[in-house]
């Protein structure tokens, strides 16, 4: 199965992944072992009929000319984007452990010169040795180093700078049983710079977190070889804890200061583990503006599905979703605190779940920027290898996708 993809840019018909976890979209699900696809595609209007069909040139850039490539196990290890001259843009490289642990990431640029990369170097499956970041294939700017008990517990981390200088460190203190952590940050001077302490229930679940950053303590703190014998100040600079109501399924985070406290937010969950309400309380006198109080309720169908979210804060939104029988979304409405839709998408769908007619509305008025029709030409393993996006009834453009299969 290959694994749910993101990426920070936009595509027409979407982000490719084998999972059928997409309500939005299923052109984001490659069917069958997937080795690597190329989609290279051709505009077919000129720069007056694009002006007349409203779609501008600074998109071109973000639209579907790229090469992918994937591991045996399914992980993205290759993405190359190009223009639409079909120059490279930028790409990608990334490398995974055989049970799917991410541990290289390598971009580069039009000249296929490295820009950043990152290295997880790992002694084994739970402990994580150091991680390296640079913008060179030569020059490591950042190196972290992690440290372990003999219960693979993290216990130090050490930050270095390009000149391999010391310049920040992390020691933690775990007491009764692993269930509280006392964490102490300094400097390269051993100066300690915040604590945190944490606390958990037999669940793992964090009931209590508290933070340290009264410099008159911290500049007091003898040295991170006392953590583990530090007598704790009796009042935190900020405090939370948390409550967890089993029978009633809700979490509840509350703020301490000052000997007072107050709920912040609230997370109400159905039988089923969903969240069905969700509630933040606004901090009294807040001095940087008007801060109302929000909540926001959750309706699911049998199947699952979200069907509705509303929000309620200085104003009232309601969000409406229906499915189709394979589980994708074939219509969306934003419903203003006036009760009329201001906003509102609809998908239709062939057989394969991909989208042959997209239409987005706003104030009722149907938006021909974003609204298009689609046609599809497929393969024997269900993926298309051929799409023709329609707009205004003109013909946009055309794309061709080429697979290979393990």
Same mark, same amino acid.
């Given at each position: 199965?290959?694994?749910?993809?993101?990426?920070?840019?936009?595509?027409?018909?979407?982000?490719?992944?084998?999972?059928?976890?997409?309500?939005?979209?299923?052109?984001?699900?490659?069917?069958?072992?997937?080795?690597?696809?190329?989609?290279?595609?051709?505009?077919?209007?000129?720069?007056?009929?694009?002006?007349?069909?409203?779609?501008?040139?600074?998109?071109?850039?973000?639209?579907?000319?790229?090469?992918?490539?994937?591991?045996?196990?399914?992980?993205?290890?290759?993405?190359?984007?190009?223009?639409?001259?079909?120059?490279?843009?930028?790409?990608?490289?990334?490398?995974?452990?055989?049970?799917?642990?991410?541990?290289?990431?390598?971009?580069?640029?039009?000249?296929?010169?490295?820009?950043?990369?990152?290295?997880?170097?790992?002694?084994?499956?739970?402990?994580?040795?150091?991680?390296?970041?640079?913008?060179?294939?030569?020059?490591?700017?950042?190196?972290?180093?992690?440290?372990?008990?003999?219960?693979? $517990?993290? &216990? /130090?981390?050490?930050?270095?700078? +390009?000149? %391999?200088?010391?310049?920040?460190?992390?020691?933690? =203190? *775990?007491?009764?049983?692993?269930?509280?952590?006392?964490?102490?940050?300094?400097?390269?001077?051993?100066?300690?710079?915040?604590?945190?302490?944490?606390?958990?229930?037999?669940?793992?679940?964090?009931?209590?977190?508290?933070?340290?950053?009264?410099?008159?303590?911290?500049?007091?703190?003898?040295?991170?070889?006392?953590?583990?014998?530090?007598?704790?100040?009796?009042?935190?600079?900020?405090?939370?804890?948390?409550?967890?109501?089993?029978? $009633?399924? &809700? /979490?509840?985070?509350?703020?301490? +200061?000052? %000997?007072?406290?107050?709920?912040?937010?609230?997370? =109400? *969950?159905?039988?089923?583990?969903?969240?069905?309400?969700?509630?933040?309380?606004?901090?009294?006198?807040?001095?940087?503006?008007?801060?109302?109080?929000?909540?926001?309720?959750?309706?699911?169908?049998?199947?699952?599905?979200?069907?509705?979210?509303?929000?309620?804060?200085?104003?009232?939104?309601?969000?409406?979703?229906?499915?189709?029988?394979?589980?994708?979304?074939?219509?969306?409405?934003?419903?203003?605190?006036?009760?009329?839709?201001?906003?509102?998408?609809?998908?239709?769908?062939?057989?394969?779940? %991909?989208?042959?007619?997209?239409?987005?509305?706003?104030?009722?008025?149907?938006?021909?920027?974003?609204?298009?029709?689609?046609?599809?030409?497929?393969?024997?393993?269900?993926?298309?290898?051929?799409?023709?996006?329609?707009?205004?009834?003109?013909?946009?453009?055309?794309?061709?996708?080429?697979?290979?299969?393990?």
């Amino acid at each position: 199965m290959l694994k749910n993809l993101l990426f920070i840019f936009l595509i027409p018909y979407g982000v490719y992944s084998q999972s059928n976890n997409s309500h939005l979209s299923s052109e984001t699900n490659l069917k069958g072992k997937v080795k690597s696809f190329s989609i290279r595609s051709e505009w077919l209007q000129d720069d007056y009929k694009e002006l007349k069909l409203g779609v501008l040139n600074e998109y071109d850039r973000i639209y579907g000319n790229y090469y992918m490539e994937f591991d045996a196990n399914g992980n993205w290890s290759k993405f190359e984007h190009y223009y639409r001259n079909g120059d490279l843009d930028w790409g990608r490289n990334t490398v995974y452990t055989a049970d799917g642990r991410l541990i290289q990431e390598i971009n580069f640029d039009s000249m296929r010169s490295i820009t950043f990369f990152w290295k997880n170097i790992w002694e084994n499956q739970a402990r994580m040795n150091r991680a390296l970041f640079g913008n060179t294939d030569t020059t490591v700017y950042y190196r972290k180093l992690y440290f372990y008990d003999l219960n693979d $517990s993290l &216990i /130090k981390t050490e930050d270095y700078d +390009t000149n %391999n200088l010391l310049i920040t460190y992390k020691v933690i =203190v *775990y007491q009764d049983n692993y269930k509280t952590k006392i964490s102490g940050q300094f400097d390269g001077l051993d100066s300690l710079k915040f604590l945190i302490k944490e606390v958990r229930n037999k669940s793992g679940q964090i009931t209590n977190s508290y933070m340290e950053s009264n410099m008159s303590f911290l500049t007091s703190f003898p040295g991170f070889e006392f953590l583990d014998k530090l007598e704790l100040p009796e009042q935190w600079s900020s405090e939370e804890f948390y409550r967890y109501k089993k029978k $009633s399924k &809700i /979490k509840e985070k509350w703020l301490v +200061t000052d %000997n007072n406290k107050r709920i912040e937010e609230k997370w =109400v *969950y159905d039988s089923k583990a969903r969240l069905i309400e969700y509630y933040y309380f606004a901090p009294p006198n807040y001095s940087c503006g008007v801060i109302h109080d929000e909540v926001e309720t959750y309706k699911y169908d049998s199947k699952g599905n979200m069907i509705e979210r509303t929000i309620k804060g200085y104003s009232m939104t309601k969000l409406l979703y229906e499915y189709d029988e394979l589980g994708y979304c074939v219509s969306s409405k934003r419903i203003n605190d006036k009760g009329k839709v201001d906003f509102e998408e609809r998908w239709n769908r062939d057989n394969f779940g %991909n989208t042959i007619e997209y239409e987005r509305y706003s104030g009722g008025v149907k938006d021909e920027f974003f609204s298009y029709t689609a046609q599809y030409i497929y393969d024997d393993e269900g993926n298309w290898t051929s799409r023709k996006e329609f707009r205004k009834g003109l013909l946009y453009y055309t794309s061709k996708c080429e697979y290979e299969y393990y």
